[in-house]
């Protein structure tokens, strides 16, 4: 074991737990038996809490000093000696304390939501494996450990999207988020094969460009980041976040907020000295169809987690635009904002749903309690969730005095100075950005508005209980994490206490402001108008086209390597074993007949000559006589011919 600086042994203890207890929450779980099963409730979230207690003593420890590193060795290979160990700097963390504290909240809120549950063991067991597998990424301090963390999220997120196994669309999505999240990491895994062969190292403090930025580093890098496309949800993999939605709705809180989908956007930034200008313009044309197709596809749903799941997709774009256009500082800015917010957002959709589903069940009513057009009116009989709604929906809409208006600021101030005086294509993307940010506004307005305004619809006969306050804290908390003070002491500049470095302009704050404003009354004016339409609720067909280029190519393909496999290749396999079987038994018999026979009659031959010239002195006086007569008798016929 290596460290490269001294702490004190109470904040190594803290990294230690810090890290430690999620995994012990989920070897806990697992071993209280089912008799039992009501106390993990109480051990699952209390072991989260000393967790994010030791991170924020980590964080605020470390932040703004020295980093920390520690590593053990972990195997040789070709002689390479490999380490796993542990790299906390500011950013790594941020991201701890964010992860700890989100997941802390989440595992509170699910002891009211999932009260009751048949498998609550088996649900925080895979929710602590799921926030272990997160700090992997987080603190790894190679690329190859990154990776293992990388895989152990996509598989406790399996588990989690299909945990009511009973649904048969919760183990469809949960089987389609599988299977794209590898796609796309067959592809980084590719980028690890080139690094290897080319650095000789995975470590992170070892990943720059060289002088000469080659070729290789383009591939690696783009090959790395179709493990982001795939991990954060980025087109054309990006239609497995939206069907995520079918499992518990902490479940979908604690994806689609600072876990799992942010961990694309992570990775970039940790490996950000690898992408070369090629690559990351390939980046941000990626990141703002995605952003875009998000945005539009928010604006024609009705059901208010999907609404959510393409507002994460959406944002997620923007922060993978940020990146592309170099400003990986901003990227990480929304990362953080967004953690808190959508977090919020979620788990105040949960509330609703669970409120709703207990009135339903006292009344005996049936309807779709996702589906906002049955809502309306709820601002009164759930004023908790309302203000809570309205605080992290303001801070997604990017309205001023909250988080999500400064880093968004942030990133169209890094966009512009981006695409530089003289117009060029990144315009378009500039352009593409504050249409986002537009479409943000229309959509977080219309959900509300439908969900809390107006005249109730189906559930006006309803009796509504406001949800438990083990429900109502973890909101309160994240909404209160929505407003500007969680980023900068001034609610219009976002170069303060968090990022001091980063470049600010006064003239894009006053006119996001002013599009802010136009958004607001667009969205208020075009309130009882719909924008559903086929294109938008279908996300642009692009699952369509993914299950088509599945079908027609994914299926075809194969049936065509297998067909060509056994008609012609093993055909000409075969042909060319009986050729060579024809060959051997032509050479064999030519090789008895006229090799053989050549050699062998050659030897009878000189047998016959040697039987007749031993006849000459073979001491019998009757073939000397016989073979003088003989030669008399030749030469004779030789001298009268």
Request: aromatic content about 14%; overall charge neutral.
């Amino acid at each position: 074991m290596q460290s490269n600086i001294t702490y004190s042994t109470f904040f190594e203890i803290c990294l230690l737990l810090s890290v430690a207890l999620p995994l012990a929450s989920f070897i806990v779980s697992f071993a209280i038996s089912e008799k039992y099963s009501w106390a993990v409730s109480i051990t699952a979230p209390l072991l989260l809490l000393v967790s994010a207690l030791s991170s924020s003593v980590v964080f605020f420890s470390l932040h703004d000093d020295q980093p920390f590193s520690i590593a053990w060795n972990w195997f040789v290979i070709s002689g390479h000696p490999l380490t796993a160990g542990l790299l906390l700097n500011n950013l790594s963390a941020t991201m701890l304390l964010v992860v700890t504290f989100i997941s802390f909240l989440i595992h509170f809120y699910s002891i009211g939501y999932m009260a009751g549950d048949s498998s609550i063991r088996k649900y925080f067991a895979m929710l602590g494996l799921f926030t272990f597998s997160m700090l992997m990424i987080v603190l790894a301090d190679n690329l190859l450990l990154l990776f293992v963390g990388w895989e152990l999220v996509g598989f406790s997120s399996y588990m989690l999207i299909g945990h009511w196994k009973e649904k048969p669309a919760a183990a469809r999505a949960a089987k389609k988020a599988f299977i794209l999240n590898r796609i796309g990491d067959a592809g980084f895994l590719v980028g690890l094969m080139l690094l290897w062969t080319h650095q000789g190292s995975f470590a992170l403090n070892q990943i720059g460009l060289t002088d000469a930025m080659a070729a290789w580093q383009t591939a690696a890098s783009l090959c790395i980041f179709c493990g982001v496309v795939g991990k954060s949800a980025q087109f054309p993999l990006l239609t497995w976040l939206p069907d995520a939605m079918e499992g518990p709705t902490p479940v979908s809180a604690l994806i689609h907020a600072a876990t799992m989908v942010a961990a694309g956007v992570y990775l970039v930034i940790r490996t950000f000295a690898l992408f070369t200008p090629i690559a990351l313009d390939v980046v941000a044309v990626v990141g703002i169809i995605t952003a875009l197709i998000g945005a539009f596809a928010a604006l024609g749903q009705y059901d208010i987690k999907k609404i959510l799941a393409y507002s994460t997709i959406s944002q997620l774009g923007l922060m993978v635009t940020a990146l592309g256009a170099g400003a990986s500082d901003a990227a990480f800015l929304h990362l953080f904002t967004h953690a808190f917010f959508k977090a919020c957002l979620f788990l105040a959709a949960g509330a609703v749903i669970h409120a709703l589903h207990h009135a339903q069940l006292q009344a005996h009513a049936h309807f779709d309690v996702q589906d906002v057009r049955n809502l309306g009116g709820l601002r009164k009989k759930l004023p908790v969730v309302f203000i809570v709604f309205i605080l992290s929906g303001s801070s997604l809409a990017g309205l001023p005095f909250f988080s999500g208006f400064l880093s968004k600021d942030a990133i169209l101030t890094a966009l512009i100075s981006w695409a530089g005086a003289d117009f060029s294509w990144q315009w378009l993307v500039v352009g593409g950005a504050f249409t986002v940010t537009f479409l943000t506004v229309l959509y977080t307005f219309k959900m509300i508005w439908y969900i809390f305004f107006g005249s109730e619809k189906k559930t006006s006969e309803l009796s509504i209980s406001a949800p438990p306050a083990v429900m109502q804290v973890p909101l309160f908390t994240l909404a209160l994490a929505s407003l500007w003070i969680m980023v900068s002491w001034n609610p219009f500049v976002h170069t303060r206490w968090m990022n001091p470095a980063m470049e600010h302009s006064w003239s894009v704050t006053l006119f996001s402001i002013v599009w802010v404003i136009m958004a607001l009354a667009t969205a208020y004016f075009s309130r009882e108008k719909s924008f559903y339409a086929d294109v938008l609720f279908n996300a642009f067909y692009v699952d369509r086209l993914t299950d088509w280029m599945t079908k027609k190519i994914g299926l075809k393909v194969p049936a065509i390597t297998i067909t060509l496999d056994k008609k012609w290749i093993d055909g000409f396999i075969h042909a060319t074993a009986y050729v060579q079987v024809l060959i051997a038994h032509v050479t064999g018999w030519i090789d008895r007949a006229f090799v053989d026979g050549t050699v062998n009659g050659m030897a009878s031959f000189v047998r016959g000559v040697g039987s007749v010239t031993r006849t000459f002195q073979n001491g019998k006086i009757q073939l000397y006589i016989f073979w003088s007569i003989f030669t008399i008798i030749i030469f004779l016929i030789w001298t009268l011919l």
